[in-house]
């Protein structure tokens, strides 16, 4: 595939049909925000309610769609076997670099807020209290809450990045094509994806990711102001624990700083060395819970959650809660519910997956389909389970035992694990409180910089139609810089939910994307069954005499 880029100036090696593009929309966006934000976040609110009530089953039943082509991907002894990349080629990294730099950049910051805070809420509320079946708050609403937060953070999530990390890496260093999105859709719609339908994907996967990523650092920089407030900076935080204006500009010029230093190094060196340095501090603030937290509590939680969860995954993964409208009904309060938790996560992935998913191929070159599989979406899953597990067991088993007597609860949701941990350590030490205070914040620190950078180097690498060499630094530069006005406008014109609004309408587009390239990437592992057997060669390194027509030479089928 003939992707236009230019041979020098500004633009030297990117392909403005796609970097132009998306850098007049986020800058519209951002200057929207900034300078009209009721009438920005009227709009975007009205686009948002559109979407819920229109586009929620979609949302619900595509997700269960990439669910179950993984599944068949890995099993599937054909294509399970298959290397992403050419047949002789090893791995790059190790597991343990490879395992860090995913759980990092696709779902570890998440982990810091919504570890604790998540089965707290759903402890309190969800479709089960609504319906009457169990009671919020209470001992016999513990295996729901668990329920439901494995079900946001567990192979729904991990799907919807590994379909596009698939797609990526199947085609790119099997076929040859460049890493970017529309190289996932060339058995669908071939050559045609040199020209406008391939620059509008790739202009749809740059706003998505800035939007997705976006979403992760306004939770992130919410809890970052939180943290510090906790170890002693003042003035970032108003009396009810929000961050305020100045809060939050000191912490995304950290943030972002740092991410756009760690950038300008390459994967292979900061965000490798970032990802190795938090997935310590996880395994050490993780042990903390385990073994001074709930333990049994947080065992019981684990596998009884887990057991329930895979019980009900299929019916949670095709259930859509139609409203009457009637205002205060069961079914309007269970459709409600819906867009708030299911709905806005299976957005939020979505929007994620173009970052997470060409990162994910770019870091795995060399495995096999179903170790892709196995590693991308059951470990990263089971790991997010064990946070659940021991973080929010041990906050529910505080406030439930009256030992808390609501100061966990009564936690703004970036503050819970801050004022879990203090509550926890300072009758012990106030230094020690202080301490572990202080590993939170580095551990949130790097994540959140792990997250940033890597997406400002994803959105590039789209932008120079999928090349992975260096990039040139006045555009690392002006990404890193977008991230954090998007971030800032939007939270200042209105707090996260602004961000979680104009996120859910951003990934609406790209999940059609999505869905395509899972039907494509189907096709295509098919159609090289048949050349297996016919003893035609599958990788690009084999097939340097196809014919101009674009057909394996030999035989009639298309070499797409």
């Not at 009721?38 to 975007?44: H, K, N, P, R």
């Not at 920089?221 to 500009?249: C, K, M, P, W, Y």
């Not at 970032?274 to 819970?289: D, H, K, P, Q, R």
């Not at 991230?483 to 939007?490: I, N, P, Q, R, Y």
Request: charged share 10%; hydrophobic share 55%; proline share 3%.
């Amino acid at each position: 595939m003939d992707i236009n880029t230019k041979d020098g100036g500004f633009y030297n090696g990117f392909s403005t049909a796609v970097a132009v593009p998306a850098k007049i929309i986020i800058s519209i966006l951002v200057v929207w925000a900034i300078f009209w934000p009721i009438q920005s976040g009227a709009v975007l609110n009205g686009f948002n309610a559109f979407i819920l009530q229109n586009f929620a089953a979609w949302y619900i039943w595509v997700v269960a769609f990439f669910i179950i082509v993984c599944f068949v991907l890995a099993v599937w002894p054909a294509a399970g076997r298959l290397n992403l990349g050419l047949d002789h080629e090893k791995p790059e990294f190790s597991n343990f670099s490879w395992f860090s730099m995913m759980f990092g950049a696709g779902i570890g910051v998440g982990m810091l807020t919504w570890a604790v805070a998540e089965p707290v809420s759903h402890f309190g509320s969800n479709p089960e209290t609504i319906m009457g079946l169990t009671t919020g708050g209470a001992a016999d609403n513990v295996r729901m809450a668990y329920k439901w937060s494995f079900l946001h953070w567990g192979f729904s999530a991990w799907a919807c990045y590994a379909i596009c990390g698939l797609s990526l890496a199947f085609f790119s260093y099997r076929r040859g094509l460049p890493l970017t999105i529309r190289s996932g859709l060339t058995p669908l719609f071939g050559q045609s994806l040199a020209g406008i339908l391939g620059h509008v994907i790739d202009v749809v996967a740059v706003v998505a990711t800035i939007l997705g990523v976006a979403q992760t650092l306004g939770f992130g920089v919410d809890q970052f102001v939180a943290g510090l407030s906790r170890i002693g900076i003042g003035g970032l935080a108003d009396a009810e624990g929000a961050a305020t204006t100045t809060g939050i500009i000191i912490a995304l010029t950290v943030i972002m700083g740092l991410s756009t230093l760690s950038a300008l190094s390459g994967v292979g060196k900061g965000i490798k060395w970032l990802s190795n340095i938090n997935m310590a501090l996880s395994i050490v603030l993780l042990g903390f819970f385990i073994i001074f937290g709930a333990t049994w509590f947080g065992f019981n939680a684990m596998f009884i959650g887990l057991w329930d969860y895979v019980l009900a995954l299929p019916e949670l993964s095709l259930t859509v809660f139609r409203s009457d409208g009637v205002e205060g009904s069961e079914s309007f309060l269970l459709a409600q519910w819906q867009g708030w938790w299911p709905v806005f996560y299976w957005a939020w992935w979505i929007a994620f997956a173009p970052f997470v998913g060409l990162f994910l191929a770019r870091i795995s070159r060399g495995r096999t389909i179903r170790e892709f599989v196995l590693g991308a979406l059951i470990v990263p899953a089971l790991m997010c389970f064990v946070w659940f597990a021991w973080a929010g067991g041990t906050a529910i088993d505080l406030e439930l035992n009256g030992a808390a007597n609501g100061v966990i609860f009564d936690a703004a949701n970036g503050d819970k694990i801050f004022a879990m941990t203090e509550f926890m350590l300072s009758p012990i030490s106030e230094w020690l409180a202080w301490g572990m205070a202080l590993l939170i914040v580095v551990l949130l620190m790097t994540f959140l910089v792990t997250s940033a950078d890597s997406a400002v180097l994803i959105v590039n690498t789209i932008n120079a139609a999928g090349d992975e060499g260096p990039k040139s630094r006045p555009h690392i530069l002006f990404w890193g810089v977008a991230l954090a006005l998007v971030v800032a406008g939007l939270l200042i014109s209105g707090g996260t939910t602004a961000i979680q609004t104009a996120m859910v309408i951003g990934a609406l587009p790209f999940s059609v994307v999505m869905a395509l390239m899972a039907i494509a990437l189907l096709k295509a592992i098919y159609n090289d069954t048949r050349r297996e057997k016919a003893g035609v060669p599958t990788t690009h390194d084999n097939i340097e005499g196809a014919t101009g027509n674009g057909l394996a030479p030999g035989l009639g089928v298309p070499a797409e």
